[in-house]
């Protein structure tokens, strides 16, 4: 009896596990993609990372070289050169302080990425915390992110900005 009801049933038994072996693979080669694409990722945003890198170490030289001309009577204030590039006629930005908006930029993408589970926690965690150090050592990027927030920047997505400024 066993036997006949395996012969009437041995078409959809043959289906089933072929289903679930194709299902199987469907979702292993899912994860596998996903996997793919947050290593490319993960590459591309560290280049250009790295791209910036430089520009902001720069920058923050310029920073302490400029407080310490200040403090010495030779120098303008910090505050003084922003106002002269951003808030008096438009003149072309030096290099280091463009970067902030590049970085910014390059920060907000990050963050996207990661809300849409392409960058792994511990990632976004070693990221953020590189972010808030940027924003806690350099004068120009916290004006730059300062500014931004003024402006009510949309393109920033879900409160970006309060990355810099909040201690979650």
């Given at each position: ?90 003149i072309r930005i030096p ?42 050592n350099s004068f120009f ?25 909040k201690d979650k």
């Open positions: 009896m066993s036997l006949e009801i395996i012969k009437e049933f041995q078409t959809l038994i043959a289906s089933s596990f072929a289903s679930i072996i194709v299902l199987t693979y469907y979702f292993l080669k899912q994860r596998l993609d996903k996997e793919i694409v947050k290593r490319e990722l993960f590459i591309q945003l560290n280049n250009k990372y790295d791209s910036l890198n430089d520009h902001l170490e720069e920058l923050i030289h310029i920073e302490f070289d400029t407080h310490i001309q200040e403090k010495m009577g030779n120098a303008h204030s910090l505050d003084e050169v922003w106002s002269n590039l951003f808030e008096s006629e438009p290099k280091p302080i463009a970067v902030t908006f590049d970085y910014v930029n390059l920060c907000s993408e990050q963050y996207y990425w990661y809300r849409k589970g392409f960058v792994d926690e511990k990632v976004w965690k070693c990221w953020k915390k590189g972010m808030k150090d940027w924003y806690k990027l916290q004006k730059v992110i300062k500014r931004e927030k003024d402006n009510d920047a949309s393109y920033y997505n879900d409160n970006f900005l309060d990355i810099f400024t």
